[in-house]
């Protein structure tokens, strides 16, 4: 019996030894000094995220055989001039993503909390990669003169999403993120997202498209409304320069709020192998109104080594027809529409 027992150990001992696994703990910490101006009011602060947003996780896998691989992701913010957590803060929460899956010859599925496909979509067509609070493309996470209507949304809970492999010059993402209301007569608060694209060096070019429903399962509506959201975006590479362009609309089907569209143009050159100057100019636009918003933000990146990077920035916005939209954390006055100007100066360290 004894005998029995320790060969169905060594049995059992020897099949999980068979599955390698890693756990990798990794982040960012980022701070800057910024001269910020809206409006005739002027001050100086220090904050986090100018050149990549500050966060820690934990992230890890496992072989279990056959091209068949398990992995996870827990991803937090925080700002590193307080030490509090953020989104929403101020406890450390893994609000940024945390979510489990697999990997094969057929793609990834994974579920939990993730970014949205069109979030990729504009985040590869960013010289600032979105991830940033200098980057000008974030105005179009606004619903500024469209009331009623859903923000895009960057991230999404309790979502499924799968993509397909990463080694395929052709990608595609699809995901779907129920709104978990507690009756399904006034189900609200889902999200469906896809994207489709192709990359191939020096090309890349996808279109994305999510739909989101008001409500939650916290708060659920009657007849709830459905704001889209779509996006193209593009980069071509040169020896030393890398251009990026997106377009993006945004409706609702709530009577009387009109459509909004955003355009943008950047580019990357590089100086050095350490060095790199970006540009990128925004327009948003919003159908029947005058309200509308023009920025820009002009950047330079020096690397002191493959994690560490100190940069600048300098970031301008103008709200016209007294719209209020806010970039770089400075608070506008509602209807104001009062002007963004932002110079900066920061280091980022990645671990």
């Not at 579920?111 to 979105?130: C, H, I, K, N, S």
Request: one cysteine or more; proline letters at 5%; aromatic letters at 10%.
């Amino acid at each position: 019996m004894r005998s029995a027992f320790a060969a169905a150990c060594a049995l059992a001992a020897s099949s999980l030894a068979c599955a390698q696994s890693n756990v990798t703990i990794f982040g960012t910490v980022d701070l800057f000094v910024a001269h910020a101006r809206s409006g005739s009011t002027s001050w100086t602060k220090l904050s986090d995220g100018g050149n990549a947003a500050s966060r820690i996780g934990f992230r890890g896998s496992e072989d279990l055989g056959s091209g068949l691989e398990a992995h996870f992701m827990l991803e937090g913010g925080f700002s590193p001039d307080t030490g509090e957590g953020n989104l929403p803060g101020p406890a450390i929460s893994f609000t940024r993503q945390s979510y489990v899956g697999l990997t094969g010859p057929w793609g990834q599925i994974d579920a939990g909390r993730m970014y949205t496909p069109l979030f990729f979509t504009l985040f590869r067509g960013d010289p600032y990669g979105v991830n940033s609070v200098f980057s000008p493309l974030v105005a179009v996470f606004s619903n500024d003169a469209q009331p009623g209507a859903l923000p895009l949304a960057a991230r999404a809970s309790n979502m499924i999403r799968y993509r397909t492999p990463a080694r395929s010059e052709f990608f595609a993402d699809i995901a779907y993120a129920p709104g978990e209301a507690s009756e399904p007569s006034r189900r609200s608060g889902d999200l469906y997202g896809a994207s489709v694209g192709w990359a191939r060096k020096p090309y890349y070019v996808s279109y994305a498209i999510q739909k989101a429903r008001s409500g939650s399962a916290a708060a659920p509506v009657a007849s709830p409304s459905t704001t889209t959201h779509q996006a193209v975006s593009g980069s071509y590479e040169f020896s030393n320069l890398r251009v990026y362009g997106t377009y993006s609309t945004a409706s609702t089907d709530l009577p009387g709020v009109p459509r909004s569209r955003a355009a943008s143009l950047g580019a990357q050159y590089t100086i050095t192998p350490a060095s790199n100057v970006l540009f990128e100019i925004v327009q948003r636009k919003v159908r029947g109104t005058d309200r509308a918003q023009l920025a820009w933000t002009l950047g330079y990146d020096h690397y002191l080594s493959k994690r560490t990077a100190v940069y600048g920035r300098l970031l301008r916005l103008e709200n016209r027809g007294r719209s209020s939209v806010s970039l770089a954390g400075v608070r506008v006055d509602a209807n104001s529409g009062n002007d963004v100007r932002v110079i900066a100066a920061g280091i980022r360290h990645s671990f």
